[in-house]
């Protein structure tokens, strides 16, 4: 069983599982887990994953579904069980039902112990378009036209191609942070909340929303800004993705790596017989 | 047993580390099967929730598609048109040996042969699955009696026919019931061809022209009528002429129906065929290119001499001699031995030289959802091939029907 203190300072040898909750958009993350699983430092036997969204209308093996997307660079690569990956289903009869059933199967799972996300460049977090409410659960969502336009090279460059809905967890799903006073959890029960919140930011095109989100306020219209409020955030990004901070911002972070460091060192593994 | 009722419960096997021919491409990707078909792994994965019960590693070794051999006239001392009383046992002996050249279905083929040989051969091969018996019957390949008298090359001049004014009742009567064939070649310059061609086409048969005089003219109209395949290109017929094409012809012409591909037999066994000829017709039509055998009795059979039937042969490498002479007496280069061949004579992508024997010759046949393929589905019928196009081992619906010595440790 792995300490996965690579992501967090959580650890779990035993079921229940970790929970992680991932985005669609990192690959590289996606690439080096499975690199760390083929040399066998990592399983994900134990590993239960909520995708964040889906889009509606489209089959499920279209080349540009998120269960494709899934399938092709993650799942197929690794030993998840198939009954651990949870992605919402898009063509559900009733989507609704569905979304209420995804919260469900969180809330069940345990609650996330890592989410790990990118953001759009309109400081969306999954489909939680600018407008969005921060306290929103699993829902369906209309597709801004931002969005709709950034999707088209993936369907050939045919607006009428690409799908104008999808299914998305709330910010209120994610963030999931009750400021409760520790005497009211009984004890035999744990809090449902998100442990640990992973936003990676990367490039100049996102650097705008990157400072909407940490140097503004909390704004409905940035959505990703709600992780302010969380126990628990890192936002890890590369140098263009800070353009738009102020210096000071940048050097004062900078000036904690060698704290920062310590989350990627060392990397335990399975072989150590842990 | 391929799919049915016991499938959805049947072990799924997931072959790793190795590289697949899909979509005309060989890509680094498993494969997976169930129940004698290629299964989708992602709608297992999603639909089912389930993952593989056993995997096996390939080594990094290439898996293609089963070869398919449309035209062989026996092997290892059998004779398809001979007219014994256990032809039966004859076609498994060759059916079960060809395994082991990747071949996982075949068409056996008779050539020219009075009646009495085929109504009493015929019936005696029915369509049949293949397996850890041997490789899959897909039906028969009549190559004559109905061809022309100056192209018959080794058919005997004296079993030729041409048909009559009740044309495909002639043809009824000279082979007994179509049931088992599956193509049959034809001469279309002979009178009242297009009847012949046209009836055996609406009752599935494929139409193979060959052995023929035609010009070019006559083999389009040909194809109009139904005929889809041309027998050993460049052997037995007219050879190209700049001002009348002839047969070959047909790898080029703007004559002929919309849509429809015309495929083409090609040996490629390093003797039959010029190189140069070989890359001028790949060149010309890469899409149609279907190996063949044409393989006779003494393909199998080591260096020397054999007795086959009433013919004396001698067996030296890759080429087989009237026994005495220098005249080729046939082929003997069994399948994958020309898939080597084609590949290094032509220049062209190992996915061409794969698809040219699988491939085509199962959409010549109107197969390619279940054969020639690894599409999902498809049947599992595959070989296991080094880099070099060695086969390795061969599978039929899922199962391991063959295994080279070395890869047994």
Redesign the interface.
């Given at each position: 069983m792995a300490k996965v203190t690579f992501f967090t300072g959580h650890t779990s040898t035993t079921p229940p599982a970790p929970s992680v909750l991932i985005w669609s958009t990192p690959l590289g993350c996606y690439k080096k887990l499975i690199e760390y699983h083929k040399n066998g430092h990592l399983s994900f036997k134990y590993v239960k994953t909520f995708n964040m969204d889906e889009y509606v209308g489209l089959p499920?093996?279209h080349p540009e579904s998120y269960?494709?997307y899934m399938?092709?660079n993650f799942?197929?690569h690794i030993?998840i069980?198939?009954?651990n990956?949870h992605?919402l289903d898009g063509n559900a009869a009733d989507l609704q039902a569905e979304c209420d059933a995804f919260e469900k199967k969180i809330k069940e799972a345990g609650g996330i112990d890592l989410f790990v996300g990118g953001i759009g460049p309109d400081g969306h977090i999954a489909f939680n378009e600018p407008g969005s409410s921060l306290v929103s659960r699993t829902r369906l969502k209309t597709l801004a036209m931002d969005t709709i336009l950034a999707n088209a090279k993936y369907f050939d460059g045919d607006l009428s191609k690409v799908p104008t809905m999808a299914l998305t967890v709330g910010v209120g799903t994610v963030m999931d942070a009750r400021e409760l006073p520790a005497a009211f959890f009984p004890l035999n029960s744990t809090p449902f909340i998100t442990l640990m919140v992973m936003i990676l930011i990367t490039g100049a095109h996102k650097a705008f929303a990157l400072y909407k989100a940490i140097e503004e306020g909390v704004n409905h219209m940035w959505t990703v800004s709600a992780f302010q409020q969380h126990p628990r955030t890192i936002f890890v990004c590369d140098e263009d993705a800070t353009l738009e901070l102020r210096v000071k911002t940048v050097k004062y972070f900078k000036g904690l790596m060698h704290v920062h460091n310590k989350l990627v060192d060392p990397l335990f593994s399975m072989k150590d017989g842990n | 047993m391929r799919g049915g009722q016991g499938a959805v419960e049947a072990r799924v096997l997931q072959f790793t580390n190795c590289r697949i021919l899909r979509g005309g491409k060989l890509l680094r990707e498993?494969l997976w099967v169930r129940g004698g078909r290629i299964l989708?792994?992602?709608?297992?994965?999603?639909e089912?929730?389930?993952?593989a019960d056993e995997r096996r590693d390939c080594g990094g070794r290439i898996l293609a598609p089963g070869f398919i051999d449309v035209q062989i006239n026996g092997g290892f001392g059998v004779d398809f048109s001979q007219a014994t009383e256990d032809v039966g046992s004859g076609v498994a002996l060759v059916a079960r040996r060809i395994l082991s050249h990747g071949v996982t279905s075949f068409c056996p083929t008779l050539v020219t042969s009075p009646p009495e040989v085929y109504h009493k051969v015929v019936p005696q091969i029915p369509v049949k699955s293949g397996g850890p018996h041997g490789a899959g019957v897909l039906g028969l390949h009549l190559e004559g009696p109905f061809i022309s008298r100056e192209k018959r090359g080794a058919h005997p001049e004296a079993h030729l026919r041409s048909f009559e004014a009740n044309a495909f009742q002639d043809l009824l009567a000279t082979y007994g019931p179509l049931d088992n064939v599956r193509i049959v070649t034809l001469a279309p310059e002979l009178g009242h061809s297009h009847e012949v061609i046209r009836e055996l086409t609406t009752r599935g048969i494929c139409v193979s022209l060959g052995h023929s005089v035609a010009d070019l003219r006559a083999a389009e109209d040909a194809v109009w009528s139904g005929a889809t395949f041309i027998t050993h290109l460049f052997n037995a017929m007219l050879p190209f002429h700049h001002r009348d094409p002839g047969i070959v012809g047909l790898l080029t012409s703007d004559r002929l129906p919309a849509g429809r591909c015309i495929f083409y037999g090609m040996i490629a066994d390093g003797t039959h065929t010029n190189p140069a000829a070989l890359r001028i017709a790949h060149r010309a039509h890469p899409q149609g290119l279907v190996l063949v055998t044409d393989a006779i009795p003494a393909l199998g059979l080591g260096n020397g001499r054999h007795t086959l039937g009433q013919q004396e042969v001698e067996v030296d490498g890759l080429t087989a001699y009237v026994a005495g002479t220098k005249t080729l007496s046939g082929s003997i280069a069994p399948m994958d031995v020309c898939v080597r061949h084609f590949l290094q004579a032509t220049g062209c992508s190992v996915e061409s030289a794969l698809e040219a024997a699988s491939l085509h010759p199962a959409q010549l046949l109107g197969l390619e959802k279940s054969k020639g393929t690894l599409d999902f589905g498809a049947d599992a019928d595959f070989v296991v091939l080094d880099d070099s196009l060695h086969v390795q081992a061969t599978y039929i619906s899922g199962e391991l029907v063959w295994q080279a010595e070395a890869a047994r440790q």
């Amino acid at each position: 069983m792995a300490k996965v203190t690579f992501f967090t300072g959580h650890t779990s040898t035993t079921p229940p599982a970790p929970s992680v909750l991932i985005w669609s958009t990192p690959l590289g993350c996606y690439k080096k887990l499975i690199e760390y699983h083929k040399n066998g430092h990592l399983s994900f036997k134990y590993v239960k994953t909520f995708n964040m969204d889906e889009y509606v209308g489209l089959p499920r093996n279209h080349p540009e579904s998120y269960h494709s997307y899934m399938w092709n660079n993650f799942f197929k690569h690794i030993d998840i069980d198939p009954n651990n990956a949870h992605i919402l289903d898009g063509n559900a009869a009733d989507l609704q039902a569905e979304c209420d059933a995804f919260e469900k199967k969180i809330k069940e799972a345990g609650g996330i112990d890592l989410f790990v996300g990118g953001i759009g460049p309109d400081g969306h977090i999954a489909f939680n378009e600018p407008g969005s409410s921060l306290v929103s659960r699993t829902r369906l969502k209309t597709l801004a036209m931002d969005t709709i336009l950034a999707n088209a090279k993936y369907f050939d460059g045919d607006l009428s191609k690409v799908p104008t809905m999808a299914l998305t967890v709330g910010v209120g799903t994610v963030m999931d942070a009750r400021e409760l006073p520790a005497a009211f959890f009984p004890l035999n029960s744990t809090p449902f909340i998100t442990l640990m919140v992973m936003i990676l930011i990367t490039g100049a095109h996102k650097a705008f929303a990157l400072y909407k989100a940490i140097e503004e306020g909390v704004n409905h219209m940035w959505t990703v800004s709600a992780f302010q409020q969380h126990p628990r955030t890192i936002f890890v990004c590369d140098e263009d993705a800070t353009l738009e901070l102020r210096v000071k911002t940048v050097k004062y972070f900078k000036g904690l790596m060698h704290v920062h460091n310590k989350l990627v060192d060392p990397l335990f593994s399975m072989k150590d017989g842990n | 047993m391929r799919g049915g009722q016991g499938a959805v419960e049947a072990r799924v096997l997931q072959f790793t580390n190795c590289r697949i021919l899909r979509g005309g491409k060989l890509l680094r990707e498993d494969l997976w099967v169930r129940g004698g078909r290629i299964l989708d792994p992602e709608k297992l994965f999603f639909e089912e929730r389930r993952v593989a019960d056993e995997r096996r590693d390939c080594g990094g070794r290439i898996l293609a598609p089963g070869f398919i051999d449309v035209q062989i006239n026996g092997g290892f001392g059998v004779d398809f048109s001979q007219a014994t009383e256990d032809v039966g046992s004859g076609v498994a002996l060759v059916a079960r040996r060809i395994l082991s050249h990747g071949v996982t279905s075949f068409c056996p083929t008779l050539v020219t042969s009075p009646p009495e040989v085929y109504h009493k051969v015929v019936p005696q091969i029915p369509v049949k699955s293949g397996g850890p018996h041997g490789a899959g019957v897909l039906g028969l390949h009549l190559e004559g009696p109905f061809i022309s008298r100056e192209k018959r090359g080794a058919h005997p001049e004296a079993h030729l026919r041409s048909f009559e004014a009740n044309a495909f009742q002639d043809l009824l009567a000279t082979y007994g019931p179509l049931d088992n064939v599956r193509i049959v070649t034809l001469a279309p310059e002979l009178g009242h061809s297009h009847e012949v061609i046209r009836e055996l086409t609406t009752r599935g048969i494929c139409v193979s022209l060959g052995h023929s005089v035609a010009d070019l003219r006559a083999a389009e109209d040909a194809v109009w009528s139904g005929a889809t395949f041309i027998t050993h290109l460049f052997n037995a017929m007219l050879p190209f002429h700049h001002r009348d094409p002839g047969i070959v012809g047909l790898l080029t012409s703007d004559r002929l129906p919309a849509g429809r591909c015309i495929f083409y037999g090609m040996i490629a066994d390093g003797t039959h065929t010029n190189p140069a000829a070989l890359r001028i017709a790949h060149r010309a039509h890469p899409q149609g290119l279907v190996l063949v055998t044409d393989a006779i009795p003494a393909l199998g059979l080591g260096n020397g001499r054999h007795t086959l039937g009433q013919q004396e042969v001698e067996v030296d490498g890759l080429t087989a001699y009237v026994a005495g002479t220098k005249t080729l007496s046939g082929s003997i280069a069994p399948m994958d031995v020309c898939v080597r061949h084609f590949l290094q004579a032509t220049g062209c992508s190992v996915e061409s030289a794969l698809e040219a024997a699988s491939l085509h010759p199962a959409q010549l046949l109107g197969l390619e959802k279940s054969k020639g393929t690894l599409d999902f589905g498809a049947d599992a019928d595959f070989v296991v091939l080094d880099d070099s196009l060695h086969v390795q081992a061969t599978y039929i619906s899922g199962e391991l029907v063959w295994q080279a010595e070395a890869a047994r440790q």
